[in-house]
């Protein structure tokens, strides 16, 4: 009975303390008053208040705190009310302490939800009304007695209020308590917006409060958790909403939940900022407490005339719902490289109206820096972007659509600038590989940003193009979007701009074109001008254009009149539908335009066929199969894959860059040639990759070839260029044809033919990771690469020119330095492949000037050369020679001599080095306790010299291989044979050399009795292609079973012996991989022995 009174007694204390946290109110509610007016519930009804007044401006209220009540407040829908603060409180009767408010009730300080001894309770906020108050705050960091026996209740303030504004700070407080590290209670705060419409000044603050050692940190929580059928919006018009930074003596914890899924309620975030400076918008990281299941938003809106950002680099935004942006300035996704992902079902993005400024050509709308979905239905609507150098990507988990409204004009744009390009990613498999496809239906923009600026930096020029994408619900494009950002000039009538000689500026390559008299004179009749605007191309086809600027940025009074003036830094435009092939991984055959025997004047697309095969009829040998064809796809594509994906058939992609002026604020073009079997430095110019828009050329192997593009040849920007913020080279081209062999310097081109540097710097020397010989040579003057030969020495290549293997030379029209080097049949190469080292003598070079002055042959690779050879550059006109391997550059100069610029001035001479042949100077052995080991020295062997052990038991009448070595360098070497058996053994070397041929080595025999602890079971080599042998150590009259298992546990042979100790077997039709052999007495079931090897 006294413990009894003694907890009796605490308990009063007790509730004198946490009285005691309550200012002594100047009104409380009562409540229950049926005869004043509004009756029992009416705030505005005196009889409601201890007082017996209805509180007023200055007035602090307490509801519930000190008084129990049946009838909790309202404020009707005809009050317009007033107090200084209003604290909320339970005594032990209250787990409910309402306030509806129906009409306006102001608060001009503090709305507070105080804890109470032994009491979970709720404030629920509900009405129709508004409550306007200066701040907000549920629970305490003050004093923690309160949560004294207290095992972890939860004190709650829920809003389905219609409006509820807070112009200064939320904060949602936890309390525990604690004694010799022993929890004794915990009060968690939370917020709940279930309805209605919340709006937050300030900063919202989960923080946590310990109180006399208490280790535990409470669990404080604000979040939306919009109700079935309900609406929750969330109003943030402060520049940093969340305040991460606690009060004196707590610590920040607990979470924040913009979307709370309980139900088929819209929870939405407004971001409302209307201040000077930038509001934060919050990523997924960044912001600790942050829960971001199953989305960090589900409906996100922007409002307001302030700028708005992500704050953390990179940081992502899931978006379950719909995205609203009517800002009136700028969303800044772009700084962070940002990404808004859609993870939701059906959803909408409606874009914005805003002008960019602060980005490239100032485009309008919401810019997204990468946009990824893995919604079933999206749609854009509004003004949208992808920035340059972002993405928009499918994150497949089932079949995606995206739709670009079709009712609304420039929902989606791909923006290019100086830094780079936007780009779809694959629309066929994500990162899983999930044989899931995506579609993009509706009209989109792609932009290409074009160089201008005039002089060298940026002239007018021909270029090639290539549609990224396609005329709605067709395979094909025209030019009439493109011809709305820039000039075109075509035939009359044809609907072009008109220009004094109405020569076109856009042209289809023609293969099939007849062949002029001197088939090396440089000549346009290969490309034909459009007939009208309106021709068609098929996707895939390439285009060749005349760039002279935008229509904005040139003058149409002056862009036809010379001097003519320069093109401006241009973003040109496409505008259709993305295009995307039916086949697995989305893969389309081209439709390759081919033209009739009899070619028309002008290409129309009437006048042509279109062909899944490549054109393969010219009757000049090097242009054979030639093909103008491009990129179909809004994003790089990796031509390496492009290799890869149509049977290795398309080696060489001719890509072309600014070369030499030919006026004012004009420039010629020439070739650069990306070789896709070489994995070293690709020439200056040329690349692996190909951007969105770009157009090259290929060569079809037959007159059957054809052309596939897949989804999967698409790579991120980054591939193509790094760092992020170099300008894309858009390559160029004009006219191609085999060069001259007649060309000849003019002397009035000797002081007026300006040299401008190359769209690439010189390579870098380097050993490339590919084995084979490899010489690269560059024509430069000063420091602008000219021309590049390509040299490889293959022994399994013909000296002479084969089509496929080798790559023409060809040249462009206006071009006027050319270099390069020829076949055994005088045939002129980009890429060369020519036989091996030992056999060649000779490599004629073709060299031409555009002026006077001097030059350099410069050798920036030499790759796998080994030392035994020697490649000198032989100058003919001075006598001089210079060893280009060990030697960079070679300076000489071009006068007025003609003897100085002959076309054959240049040739390679390959030769032995002095004292650099192959020799063996030792082969011994001797018996060790492993085996028997064999040890050979030698002498500029380098790493070009194959190895092979053989050995003999029937006295030297045959022998087998017993292994197989690759020369390093090392000049030593050595191998220990586990199992040489008994009686008289042979071994002998075999040195597969660089020359072709075969030598072998004195024989060494050794008399073996096996008595020095040999492993008796063994499989050798254990590195093959083709033969293994397997060793049993003895003779065996019982049948003996041998598996082979891969490594996954499979068995993938069996074969059965008896009456040998040893056995061979082929395992050339095995896959790469390790293997291991096992051998059973089938009689006893025992197991003999088992050992490992690698198949090649």
């Not at 208040?49 to 007035?59: S, Y």
């Not at 001097?563 to 697995?584: C, E, H, M, Q, R």
């Not at 010629?668 to 990759?689: E, L, M």
């Amino acid at each position: 009975m006294k413990s009894f009174s003694r907890y009796l007694i605490l308990l009063l204390i007790l509730f004198g303390l946490q009285a005691e946290n309550v200012k002594a109110a100047t009104v409380s509610w009562a409540g229950g008053n049926t005869t004043g007016p509004g009756g029992a519930n009416a705030w505005s009804n005196p009889g409601n208040w201890n007082t017996g007044t209805v509180p007023t401006i200055t007035d602090d209220v307490s509801i519930g705190a000190v008084l129990a009540f049946a009838n909790p407040p309202v404020v009707a829908p005809t009050d317009n009310v007033s107090c200084a603060t209003i604290t909320f409180g339970a005594v032990a009767t209250l787990t409910a302490v309402p306030l509806t408010v129906n009409g306006t009730l102001t608060v001009t300080g503090a709305v507070t939800v105080l804890p109470t001894l032994l009491i979970a309770f709720t404030v629920p906020l509900s009405g129709t009304g508004t409550l306007n108050c200066a701040s907000m705050s549920v629970g305490t960091n003050g004093n923690t007695i309160s949560a004294l026996l207290n095992l972890t209740v939860k004190l709650s303030l829920v809003s389905t209020l219609a409006n509820l504004n807070v112009s200064g700070n939320v904060t949602v407080n936890s309390i525990t308590i604690g004694l010799l590290f022993i929890g004794l209670g915990e009060i968690d705060g939370g917020f709940s917006l279930v309805s209605g419409t919340t709006t937050i000044g300030g900063q919202i603050l989960t923080q946590s409060t310990a109180f006399v050692l208490s280790t535990t940190v409470g669990v404080p929580t604000f979040s939306i958790d919009a109700a079935t059928g309900s609406t929750a919006t969330l109003i943030l018009t402060n520049a940093n909403p969340i305040n991460t930074t606690p009060t004196s003596g707590s610590t920040y914890a607990g979470t924040i939940d913009f979307y709370n899924s309980t139900g088929t309620g819209q929870a939405t975030v407004n971001y409302a900022y209307t201040g000077a400076g930038t509001q934060t918008v919050y990523a997924t990281t960044g912001i600790s407490n942050l829960d971001i299941s199953p989305a960090l938003y589900q409906n996100l809106v922007f409002t307001g005339t302030g700028n708005k950002q992500p704050n953390v680099l990179s940081g992502l935004l899931t978006v379950a719902g719909n995205i609203d942006n009517s800002a009136s300035s700028p969303i800044n996704f772009v700084t962070n490289t940002n990404t808004v992902r859609l993870t939701g079902t059906t959803q909408t993005i409606a874009g914005g109206s805003y002008v960019n400024s602060t980005l490239p050509a100032s485009p309008i709308g919401t810019v997204f820096y990468n946009l990824t979905s893995t919604a079933t239905t999206a749609t854009l609507s509004g003004r949208n972007n992808i920035a340059a150098l972002g993405t928009l990507a499918f994150l497949k988990t089932s079949n995606t659509t995206m739709n670009v409204d079709a009712t609304a004009t420039n929902s989606l744009t791909l923006l290019s600038n100086s830094t780079g390009d936007a780009s779809i990613a694959s629309l066929s498999a994500d990162a899983s590989a999930a044989a899931i496809t995506a579609t993009v239906t509706g009209t989109l923009n792609v932009q290409r940003y074009v160089k201008g600026g005039g002089g060298s930096t940026g002239p007018r020029r021909y270029m090639l193009i290539s549609s990224p994408v396609a005329n709605a619900s067709a395979s094909t494009y025209n030019l009439l979007p493109f011809f709305a950002t820039t000039y075109i000039t075509g035939s009359p009538g044809g609907g072009f701009d008109s220009s004094p000689q109405n020569n076109p500026s856009v042209f289809i390559y023609d293969e099939n074109a007849p062949a002029t008299t001197n088939p090396n004179v440089v000549t346009g009749n290969e490309f034909k001008g459009f007939n009208t605007i309106n021709e068609t191309v098929p996707m895939g086809n390439g285009v060749e254009f005349y760039f002279r600027g935008s229509r904005t940025g040139v003058s149409s009074s002056t862009v036809f009149v010379s001097p003519f003036p320069a093109p401006d830094n241009a973003t040109l435009n496409f505008s259709g539908a993305v295009y995307k092939g039916a086949g697995t991984n989305g893969a389309f055959n081209a439709s390759i335009i081919n033209f009739p025997a009899t070619p028309p004047t002008y290409y129309s697309s009437s006048a042509v066929t279109f062909s899944n095969n490549l054109s393969y009829a010219s009757s000049a040998s090097t242009k054979k199969g030639l093909n103008l064809v491009g990129n179909p796809y809004p994003s790089v594509i990796d031509l390496q894959k492009v290799y890869s994906g149509n049977s290795n058939a398309y080696r060489y992609y001719y890509m072309l860059v600014k070369n030499i002026s030919t006026g004012a604020n004009s420039f010629s073009t020439k070739y650069a040639v990306y070789d896709a079997t070489n994995s070293g430095t690709p020439p200056a110019g040329a690349s692996r990759y190909a951007v969105s828009g770009q157009g090259f050329f290929i060569t079809s192997a037959n007159a059957t070839s054809t052309l596939t593009f897949n989804e999967g040849m698409k790579v991120p920007y980054s591939s193509y260029t790094s760092p992020a913020s170099t300008s894309p080279v858009f390559n160029v081209i004009r006219n191609p044809s085999v060069v001259a062999k007649t060309l000849a310097v003019s002397p009035d081109k000797a002081n007026n033919t300006q040299q401008v540097t190359a769209a690439a710097a010189p390579a870098a020397a380097q050993t490339n990771a590919d084995p084979m010989p490899r010489l690269r040579l560059e024509m430069m003057k000063d420091t602008n690469i000219l021309n590049t030969a390509d040299i490889a020495f293959d022994k399994n290549s013909s000296a002479k020119f084969v089509p496929g293997e080798d790559a023409p030379y060809i040249a462009a029209s206006g071009q006027g330095d050319f270099f390069y080097s020829q076949s055994a049949d005088s045939v002129g190469c980009f890429v060369n492949y020519t036989g091996n080292l030992e056999k060649l003598r000779r490599i004629n070079l073709f060299i031409a000037f555009s002026n006077f002055g001097q030059y350099k042959i410069t050798s920036p690779i030499k790759s796998n050369i080994d030392e035994r050879y020697t490649i000198y550059l032989k100058d003919k006109y001075t006598n001089d020679s210079l060893d280009v391997v060990h030697n960079p550059v070679y300076t000489f100069n071009v006068d007025q001599n003609a003897a100085s610029y002959p076309r054959d001035r240049f040739y390679l001479s390959i030769g032995i080095a002095p004292g650099h042949e192959y020799k063996l100077l030792g082969f011994s052995g001797s018996k060790v306790t492993g085996g028997i080991q064999l040890t050979w020295k030698t002498d500029n062997e380098s790493n070009f010299t194959g190895f092979v052990v053989q050995k003999s038991t029937n006295g030297g009448k045959s022998f087998e291989v017993i292994d197989t070595l690759q020369s390093t360098g090392a000049g030593s070497y050595t191998f220990t044979d586990p199992a040489p058996g008994t009686g008289q053994i042979t071994y002998r070397l075999a040195q597969s050399l660089v020359t072709g041929d075969t030598q072998l080595s004195k024989t060494l025999v050794f008399d073996y009795s096996g008595d020095l602890n040999v492993l008796k079971f063994m499989v050798y080599p254990t590195n093959t292609a083709q033969d293994i042998h397997i060793k049993l150590g003895k003779t065996y009259s019982n049948n003996i079973k041998i598996n082979i298992i891969s490594a996954t546990g499979a068995m993938v042979k069996t074969l059965t012996t008896t009456d040998t100790d040893s056995v061979q077997e082929n395992v050339g039709n095995l896959i790469k991989g390790l293997y291991i052999v096992e051998a059973i007495d089938a009689t006893t079931g025992k197991r003999i022995g088992s050992a490992k090897f690698f198949k090649q």
